[in-house]
């Protein structure tokens, strides 16, 4: 058995122990991608035969897999003669073999040929889906096998994320590695670091210190909620209780295929929009929203609708503002159709408002990840702006931009400046 003496950050060596997840989250520059190349190339020579599969979830070419950094390594770490480096694989000491695969081009039947390997490395993990996830842990089960995976997070629902930092199973170790974490970052990523802190400062969390995704690159919306987190307006925001709470809606359907119905939960307090909270579902009939609404104390909540408010519902053939106004809540007259430019209008009425809003952190996060990633369709060749995105953004964008559109300060509202009487009173 070859002995190898291999530096490992600190940061990464809770990784060294035997276990069956192990995973490593954070940005660019961590050295999260070397750590594990070197780890399987140790992992081969301590245990011939080792049978591993180094997973993406999509992967067209091999130049797309990690055969090209695990080469290095057997190379930097001097045990070329050990492996035999073929076309399409890695043969390892002891009739072992590392193999690279897409997790999309497997089915339930293909997945089998996997069994018998004891290790599986999924790097850009946070890509995986959940079916690739649910096909790979229960195949990869040889006696003492592992998982490993290597991500920077986009979002708390990834699959990965979910698995491994949200349900933290038995049996597993995560760690966070960024770029502070690596000795051995290079002055020219230091260079880059800094430029995007400078330019980039939006996107700057997520690529160099493993935050979530709050901003997709061209966002509307990105400077917006970049300025509110700089100036503390997204933290505890409380309701009043003397003033009405709205609650600004986009439609969605039932059934698997159909759009998300979202609702934010809003307040106009002098000059402040208070957004206290969001709900997002898929699916669900009428009365699930209804129901959240109630569970949230919103049952005196006033019901904005867009101008398909007055649609009918296709399960009931109802109208949507009937079904609210039934299930006992007031629903304001539906928003009035723009026509075209509808979208653009949104989005300007939702930026005129930027310095007034602020969000209560806890309840609005999926919310403001919505916010945060909608974004301008491209025509890449001609760099031609083609509208707003359709996509699992757009449709609590669009309850927002609602709220933006049908906002009056309350200095313009009826009866804000109107002469008082105090007749019963006694005064005149």
Excluded at 111 to 131: D, H, N, V, Y
Excluded at 155 to 179: C, E, T
Excluded at 370 to 382: P, W
Aim: one cysteine or more; hydrophobic letters at 35%; a neutral charge.
């Amino acid at each position: 058995m070859s002995v190898l003496k291999i530096e490992t950050a600190k940061a990464f060596q809770p990784l060294l122990e035997p276990s069956r997840y192990k995973g490593a989250w954070g940005g660019r520059g961590s050295g999260k991608s070397h750590f594990f190349g070197e780890m399987l190339v140790e992992e081969c020579l301590r245990v011939p035969g080792t049978r591993a599969v180094c997973i993406r979830e999509v992967q067209k070419t091999l130049a797309q897999s990690s055969k090209r950094l695990i080469e290095s390594k057997i190379e930097d770490l001097g045990v070329s003669r050990q492996f035999e480096i073929l076309k399409d694989q890695i043969k390892t000491p002891g009739d072992g073999l590392i193999i690279f695969n897409g997790m999309q081009d497997h089915t339930a039947e293909s997945i089998k040929s996997l069994e018998g390997f004891r290790i599986a490395w999924a790097e850009e993990a946070q890509t995986l889906s959940a079916r690739s996830l649910s096909l790979l842990r229960p195949t990869i089960r040889a006696e003492g096998s592992e998982i490993w995976a290597s991500w920077n997070p986009r979002r708390k629902s990834d699959a990965i994320d979910d698995f491994l930092r949200g349900k933290k199973p038995a049996g597993s170790v995560v760690i966070n590695a960024n770029w502070k974490d690596n000795p051995w970052f290079p002055k020219e990523l230091e260079a880059e670091r800094l430029l995007d802190l400078e330019l980039y400062p939006d996107r700057y969390d997520h690529i160099w210190d493993g935050g979530y995704a709050k901003a997709f690159e061209g966002a509307y919306f990105a400077k917006l909620l970049a300025e509110a987190k700089a100036q503390g307006r997204i933290g505890r925001v409380a309701p009043d209780p003397l003033l009405p709470i709205r609650t600004f809606h986009d439609l969605g359907g039932s059934g698997a295929s159909a759009d998300a119905y979202s609702i934010w939960a809003a307040q106009w307090v002098g000059q402040e929009i208070r957004v206290l909270n969001y709900y997002e579902a898929v699916g669900q009939v009428l009365a699930s929203h209804a129901n959240w609404m109630r569970k949230e104390g919103y049952e005196d909540a006033l019901v904005y609708l867009p101008h398909d408010g007055v649609n009918e519902n296709n399960i009931t053939g109802k109208k949507y503002e009937d079904h609210w106004r039934e299930a006992g809540f007031k629903v304001e007259p539906p928003i009035k159709n723009q026509g075209r430019g509808a979208a653009a209008m949104r989005i300007e009425a939702v930026r005129r408002i930027g310095p007034k809003l602020w969000f209560n952190e806890d309840t609005t996060e999926a919310g403001r990840d919505a916010l945060g990633y909608y974004h301008e369709r491209k025509d890449e060749t001609r760099n031609v702006g083609l509208g707003p995105e359709h996509d699992w953004s757009s449709h609590g964008s669009d309850a927002f931009g609602l709220m933006a559109v049908a906002y009056e300060e309350p200095s313009r509202s009826a009866g804000f400046n109107r002469k008082l009487s105090y007749a019963s009173q006694g005064y005149a």
